[in-house]
């Protein structure tokens, strides 16, 4: 008799790869077990058939995803986009806009703090709430209601460094033991719930200037990837950024973003629209108009097949998101075909042979071996570190077979770990 992970999980993880983009590997096999097991508790279901029959329905399927998507986010987490957009209004968007209503996307805003965050930060700049419009996206339904309350408790607030010249206090208001947004800064958020990784995805929307999408793009299977950042290029004003996690330079690389400025080297331009059909990759004036179609098309789900992820538990960030519909401006964005990797072609091994070792140094090694020992490393790879090399200095050779990191035991695991999430941020996905 088959297990319930051999019945039920595969499909799960189809289900989730296909509705939403998520990559289960990515959140990892535990994370999602759990969820599983407690949904299935709670609709008091024993058969792992059953359960799968019921998540093709949308509302047990919603519910499941609110257990995989976990909220993690705190107010001007990480200063460095913050600082960015600072820069950005001041040095490049004013000047060329003056009377224009400056307009950011955050995707996914997760629980609020990350788009209220942006509000305050222009508000400290000395704008008015009209002048700045900051629309926050999340597929969970749970963060939206809450992110629309804009209370928040102790542990939205750990960032303690100050960006803005007024106090973070004066934007907001004590109720209790939760700490609620003043209506200055709310009068310019506004939150919906969608699907990032849905085919139609705000056809009609006024682009924006800046889009922040931190740490989302790791969790997506490379299909849901792709077509995220086609609608980021769509919705992004011509000279507009998108502003990327620090786990995510490798995506942008392959999509072929550019950094504009090397102070901040996290928020991406977009080049040239890129074509999968043409050999170069360029959009052309002939394929200009087809790449509309791309967005026309029936829906199909995102992945075939995906085998099942391994046991190995990963920071637990949510997945896909979206962003906000009713807009009230009749301009439209250009639609592009998502962009494709460069191909990269395999490193050859060196044909060069290499160099025969010196005769001299080879004889006087032999003479100084013993007659009838065993054939052993190289003398070089037997000395102390503070051993005297061949010419009379000191010569650190690592042991063969072994890295730096993996020099010290006791520290090994330690020094893997930081060097492997030095480029994450503060806490991963969200």
Same mark, same amino acid.
């Given at each position: 008799?088959?297990?319930?992970?051999?019945?039920?999980?595969?499909?799960?993880?189809?289900?989730?790869?296909?509705?939403?983009?998520?990559?289960?590997?990515?959140?990892?096999?535990?994370?999602?077990?759990?969820?599983?097991?407690?949904?299935?508790?709670?609709?008091?279901?024993?058969?792992? %058939?059953?359960? @799968?029959? $019921?998540?093709?329905? #949308?509302?047990?399927?919603?519910?499941?995803?609110? !257990? *995989? /998507?976990?909220? =993690?986010?705190?107010?001007?987490?990480?200063?460095?986009?913050?600082?960015?957009?600072?820069?950005?209004?001041?040095?490049?968007?004013?000047?060329?806009?003056?009377?224009?209503?400056?307009?950011?996307?955050?995707?996914?805003?997760?629980?609020?703090?990350?788009?209220?965050?942006?509000?305050?930060?222009?508000?400290?700049?000395?704008?008015?709430?009209?002048?700045?419009?900051?629309?926050?996206?999340?597929?969970?339904?749970?963060?939206?209601?809450?992110?629309?309350?804009?209370?928040?408790?102790?542990?939205?607030?750990?960032?303690? %460094?100050?960006? @803005?010249? $007024?106090?973070?206090? #004066?934007?907001?208001?004590?109720?209790?033991?939760? !700490? *609620? /947004?003043?209506? =200055?800064?709310?009068?310019?958020?506004?939150?919906?719930?969608?699907?990032?990784?849905?085919?139609?995805?705000?056809?009609?929307?006024?682009?924006?200037?800046?889009?922040?999408?931190?740490?989302?793009?790791?969790?997506?299977?490379?299909?849901?990837?792709?077509?995220?950042?086609?609608?980021?290029?769509?919705?992004?004003?011509?000279?507009?950024?998108?502003?990327?996690?620090?786990?995510?330079?490798?995506?942008?690389?392959?999509?072929?973003?550019?950094?504009?400025?090397?102070?901040?080297?996290?928020?991406?331009?977009?080049?040239?629209?890129?074509?999968?059909?043409?050999?170069?990759?360029?959009?052309?004036?002939?394929?200009?108009?087809?790449?509309?179609?791309?967005?026309?098309?029936?829906?199909?789900?995102?992945?075939?097949?995906?085998?099942?992820?391994?046991?190995?538990?990963?920071?637990?960030?949510?997945?896909?998101?979206?962003?906000?519909?009713?807009?009230?401006?009749?301009?439209?964005?250009?639609?592009?075909?998502?962009?494709?990797?460069?191909?990269?072609?395999?490193?050859?091994?060196?044909?060069?042979?290499?160099?025969?070792?010196?005769?001299?140094?080879?004889?006087?090694?032999?003479?100084?071996?013993?007659?009838?020992?065993?054939?052993?490393?190289?003398?070089?790879?037997?000395?102390?570190?503070?051993?005297?090399?061949?010419?009379?200095?000191?010569?650190?050779?690592?042991?063969?077979?072994?890295?730096?990191?993996?020099?010290?035991?006791?520290?090994?695991?330690?020094?893997?770990?930081?060097?492997?999430?030095?480029?994450?941020?503060?806490?991963?996905?969200?």
């Amino acid at each position: 008799m088959k297990s319930f992970v051999e019945v039920a999980l595969p499909d799960v993880f189809k289900l989730l790869a296909r509705r939403i983009g998520l990559n289960p590997d990515s959140v990892g096999l535990p994370l999602i077990q759990a969820a599983v097991n407690d949904h299935m508790d709670e609709l008091g279901l024993d058969d792992a %058939t059953a359960y @799968v029959e $019921r998540l093709h329905g #949308s509302g047990e399927f919603d519910e499941l995803v609110e !257990r *995989v /998507v976990v909220p =993690e986010t705190w107010f001007f987490r990480d200063l460095e986009p913050y600082r960015f957009l600072q820069h950005f209004v001041r040095e490049r968007w004013r000047p060329r806009h003056p009377g224009e209503r400056l307009r950011v996307l955050s995707v996914p805003c997760s629980t609020g703090e990350e788009s209220y965050s942006i509000t305050i930060t222009l508000l400290g700049l000395g704008w008015s709430p009209e002048r700045f419009r900051v629309d926050g996206v999340d597929i969970s339904r749970v963060g939206i209601q809450k992110a629309r309350t804009g209370s928040f408790g102790a542990n939205s607030f750990r960032e303690k %460094t100050p960006i @803005v010249s $007024r106090p973070l206090d #004066s934007f907001f208001r004590q109720h209790g033991e939760k !700490r *609620v /947004v003043c209506d =200055e800064a709310r009068a310019a958020a506004r939150f919906t719930r969608a699907n990032l990784a849905d085919l139609e995805f705000l056809p009609d929307v006024t682009p924006y200037d800046v889009i922040y999408c931190r740490n989302l793009l790791i969790y997506l299977v490379p299909e849901a990837r792709e077509r995220a950042l086609a609608h980021f290029n769509r919705l992004l004003q011509p000279g507009g950024f998108v502003y990327l996690g620090h786990a995510e330079s490798g995506v942008a690389s392959a999509a072929r973003l550019e950094v504009e400025d090397d102070r901040f080297l996290f928020a991406f331009r977009f080049g040239s629209p890129v074509d999968p059909s043409s050999p170069t990759g360029l959009l052309t004036p002939a394929t200009m108009s087809r790449s509309g179609e791309f967005f026309k098309l029936p829906f199909q789900p995102l992945v075939t097949d995906i085998s099942s992820p391994t046991a190995t538990p990963r920071d637990h960030s949510p997945p896909p998101v979206a962003a906000p519909v009713d807009d009230d401006s009749p301009r439209r964005a250009v639609p592009c075909v998502p962009p494709t990797a460069p191909i990269v072609e395999p490193r050859q091994p060196s044909a060069t042979p290499k160099p025969a070792p010196s005769p001299r140094r080879h004889a006087a090694r032999s003479a100084a071996a013993p007659v009838n020992s065993p054939p052993t490393e190289s003398p070089v790879h037997r000395q102390r570190p503070s051993d005297p090399g061949p010419r009379g200095r000191e010569r650190r050779t690592p042991r063969r077979g072994r890295s730096a990191l993996s020099a010290t035991p006791g520290r090994n695991r330690s020094a893997r770990r930081s060097v492997l999430f030095a480029g994450h941020d503060s806490s991963g996905a969200r």
